[in-house]
Protein backbone atom coordinates (compact mmCIF):
# COMPACT_ATOMS: atom_id res chain seq x y z
CA UNK A 1 0.00 0.00 0.00
CA UNK A 2 1.43 3.27 -0.79
CA UNK A 3 2.29 5.63 2.19
CA UNK A 4 3.00 9.60 1.87
CA UNK A 5 6.03 10.28 4.37
CA UNK A 6 7.21 13.55 5.79
CA UNK A 7 10.30 15.47 6.72
CA UNK A 8 12.02 18.43 7.18
CA UNK A 9 10.72 19.12 10.06
CA UNK A 10 12.36 20.85 13.52
CA UNK A 11 13.49 23.53 15.07
CA UNK A 12 13.58 27.22 13.17
CA UNK A 13 14.70 30.59 14.53
CA UNK A 14 11.70 33.42 14.12
CA UNK A 15 12.71 34.52 10.17
CA UNK A 16 14.42 31.52 9.62
CA UNK A 17 13.86 29.21 6.80
CA UNK A 18 12.46 25.32 6.73
CA UNK A 19 11.57 23.31 3.54
CA UNK A 20 9.39 20.22 4.20
CA UNK A 21 8.75 17.31 2.20
CA UNK A 22 6.14 15.17 1.50
CA UNK A 23 7.22 11.71 -0.53
CA UNK A 24 4.95 8.88 -1.92
CA UNK A 25 6.23 6.12 -1.29
CA UNK A 26 5.49 4.37 -4.40
CA UNK A 27 5.95 5.41 -7.89
CA UNK A 28 2.77 4.12 -8.88
CA UNK A 29 1.23 6.59 -6.96
CA UNK A 30 0.09 9.98 -9.25
CA UNK A 31 -0.78 12.68 -7.22
CA UNK A 32 -3.82 15.08 -8.66
CA UNK A 33 -3.99 17.46 -5.55
CA UNK A 34 -1.41 17.54 -2.67
CA UNK A 35 -1.98 19.75 0.99
CA UNK A 36 -0.22 20.48 3.50
CA UNK A 37 -2.45 21.13 6.26
CA UNK A 38 -0.98 22.15 10.04
CA UNK A 39 -2.14 22.12 13.92
CA UNK A 40 -1.08 23.58 16.80
CA UNK A 41 -1.61 22.34 20.25
CA UNK A 42 -5.38 23.31 21.43
CA UNK A 43 -6.75 24.32 17.95
CA UNK A 44 -7.95 23.18 15.07
CA UNK A 45 -6.33 21.83 12.10
CA UNK A 46 -5.75 24.43 8.94
CA UNK A 47 -5.46 23.72 5.49
CA UNK A 48 -1.95 26.09 4.53
CA UNK A 49 -1.55 25.52 1.16
CA UNK A 50 -2.65 23.32 -1.95
CA UNK A 51 -1.19 22.65 -5.54
CA UNK A 52 -2.61 20.63 -8.49
CA UNK A 53 -1.22 18.17 -10.84
CA UNK A 54 -1.33 21.60 -13.07
CA UNK A 55 0.88 23.38 -10.43
CA UNK A 56 -2.48 25.59 -9.44
CA UNK A 57 -1.71 26.73 -6.09
CA UNK A 58 -3.63 28.76 -2.89
CA UNK A 59 -2.41 29.78 0.14
CA UNK A 60 -3.99 30.46 3.00
CA UNK A 61 -3.59 34.40 4.06
CA UNK A 62 -1.25 34.11 6.77
CA UNK A 63 1.77 32.15 5.17
CA UNK A 64 1.00 34.25 1.64
CA UNK A 65 4.11 35.43 0.36
CA UNK A 66 6.29 33.55 2.80
CA UNK A 67 5.50 29.75 1.81
CA UNK A 68 5.95 28.20 -1.24
CA UNK A 69 4.69 24.74 -2.01
CA UNK A 70 5.91 23.03 -5.28
CA UNK A 71 5.71 19.46 -7.29
CA UNK A 72 8.20 17.49 -8.32
CA UNK A 73 6.83 14.76 -10.31
CA UNK A 74 10.46 13.15 -11.22
CA UNK A 75 10.33 12.14 -7.70
CA UNK A 76 7.01 12.14 -6.72
CA UNK A 77 7.83 15.01 -3.76
CA UNK A 78 6.15 17.73 -2.96
CA UNK A 79 7.59 20.44 -0.93
CA UNK A 80 6.69 23.13 1.57
CA UNK A 81 9.36 26.08 1.17
CA UNK A 82 8.68 28.22 4.57
CA UNK A 83 10.76 31.42 4.94
CA UNK A 84 10.56 33.90 7.22
CA UNK A 85 8.57 31.56 9.89
CA UNK A 86 6.95 33.42 12.82
CA UNK A 87 6.52 32.15 16.38
CA UNK A 88 2.40 31.01 14.94
CA UNK A 89 3.74 28.79 12.36
CA UNK A 90 4.71 26.64 14.99
CA UNK A 91 2.66 23.03 14.46
CA UNK A 92 2.43 19.55 13.68
CA UNK A 93 2.83 19.41 9.43
CA UNK A 94 0.25 17.24 7.79
CA UNK A 95 0.86 16.40 3.69
CA UNK A 96 -2.21 14.93 2.47
CA UNK A 97 -3.16 14.17 -0.98
CA UNK A 98 -5.43 12.16 -3.39
CA UNK A 99 -4.57 10.73 -6.71
CA UNK A 100 -4.41 8.02 -8.47
CA UNK A 101 -3.00 3.99 -7.60
CA UNK A 102 -1.79 2.23 -10.66
CA UNK A 103 -1.60 -1.06 -10.67
CA UNK A 104 -1.89 -4.60 -12.80
CA UNK A 105 -5.29 -6.43 -12.01
CA UNK A 106 -3.76 -9.70 -11.30
CA UNK A 107 -6.75 -11.58 -12.85
CA UNK A 108 -7.38 -10.05 -16.17
CA UNK A 109 -3.81 -8.55 -16.44
CA UNK A 110 -5.09 -5.41 -17.49
CA UNK A 111 -3.67 -2.32 -16.12
CA UNK A 112 -6.47 -0.23 -13.51
CA UNK A 113 -6.49 2.39 -11.43
CA UNK A 114 -7.23 2.75 -7.92
CA UNK A 115 -8.44 7.11 -6.36
CA UNK A 116 -6.64 7.24 -3.12
CA UNK A 117 -6.93 9.79 -0.95
CA UNK A 118 -3.50 9.70 2.11
CA UNK A 119 -2.53 11.38 4.97
CA UNK A 120 1.06 11.62 6.49
CA UNK A 121 1.61 11.13 10.04
CA UNK A 122 2.92 14.50 10.48
CA UNK A 123 6.05 16.63 11.05
CA UNK A 124 6.89 18.87 14.00
CA UNK A 125 7.93 22.43 13.32
CA UNK A 126 9.04 24.60 16.37
CA UNK A 127 9.68 28.27 16.03
CA UNK A 128 12.09 29.00 19.10
CA UNK A 129 14.69 31.83 19.65
Known amino acids: QVQLVESGGGFVQPGGSLRLSCAASSNDFSFSTVRWHRQAPGKQRELVASITDGGRTTYVDNVKGRFTISIDNTQNTVYLQMNNVKPEDAAVYYC???????????????????????WGRGTLVTVSS
Open 96 to 118: NADGSFHFTDPVSAQERSRYLEL
